[in-house]
């Protein structure tokens, strides 16, 4: 059975304080790794896209890494407004649906 | 990026009473559009498929009869919620996919209350 299990659930941090949130899948095969920021009411913001062990993205203060059974985002001197829900979704070979999972919750703190 | 949007963003609607969304992809042609529903603290669960001039396809346990999804078009895609529940309360999101790309672009999402 397919899963994507983040953690962790919740992460706060003081503005400065670099840190990671993990992002574990198991599935059939993979076709991407998905990583999206989402705002309080809002839709998902698209950030990077991961398509095989070892690749690596970066955007600003984000830096996405894959590896055969998880992916990292890496933030480095996260400012507060880095404040948000960070999603990860995989998308299984032959299919073109994403799935979620749960989510980081993460709080910058001034 | 590419650009999704929705409307309403917002929508109060007595139960029994049926309310359509739309979902337009403003700068790409989307061949394949998505619906996903959020509840409070939870995350995205995949609706239904659709691709455009084709019947949706839908997931395990959402009702095609209750949810109707249609494609008219490479930048359209509506989703009416029929006989409105309190229980259909949600926070409904599409996402667009187009050409040879597998990024999936979300729009802002429509709050649906029902009252």
């Known amino acids: 059975e397919d899963q994507v299990t983040q953690s962790p659930e919740a992460l706060r941090l003081q503005e400065g304080e670099s840190s990671s949130l993990n992002c574990s899948y198991t599935v059939s095969g993979l076709r991407g790794l998905f990583w999206y920021r989402q705002d309080p009411g809002k839709g998902p913001e698209f950030l990077f896209t991961l398509y095989s062990a070892g690749e690596e993205k970066e955007k600003e203060r984000l830096k996405a890494t894959l590896t055969k059974k998880e992916s990292f985002l890496h933030i480095t001197a996260p400012k507060p407004e880095d404040s948000a829900t960070y999603l990860c979704?995989?998308?299984?070979?032959?299919?073109?649906?994403?799935?979620f999972g749960t989510g980081t919750r993460l709080t910058v703190i001034p | 990026g590419a650009v999704v949007s929705q409307h309403p963003s917002r929508v109060i609607c007595k139960s029994g009473t049926s309310v359509k969304i739309e979902c337009r992809s403003l700068?790409?042609?989307?061949?394949?559009m998505f619906w996903y529903r959020q509840f409070p603290k939870q995350s995205l669960m995949l609706m239904a498929t659709s691709n455009e001039g084709s019947k949706a396809t839908y997931e395990q346990g959402v009702e095609k009869d209750k949810f109707l999804i249609n494609h008219a078009s490479l930048t359209l895609s509506t989703l009416t919620v029929t006989s409105a529940h309190p229980e259909d309360s949600s926070f409904y999101i599409c996402?667009?996919?187009?050409?040879?790309?597998?990024?999936?672009?979300f729009g802002p999402g429509t709050r649906l209350t029902v009252t």
């Open positions: 700068d790409f042609q989307a061949t394949t």
């Open positions: 979704a995989v998308q299984v070979t032959g299919a073109n649906n994403l799935f």
């Open positions: 996402s667009g996919v187009g050409g040879s790309s597998y990024e999936q672009y």
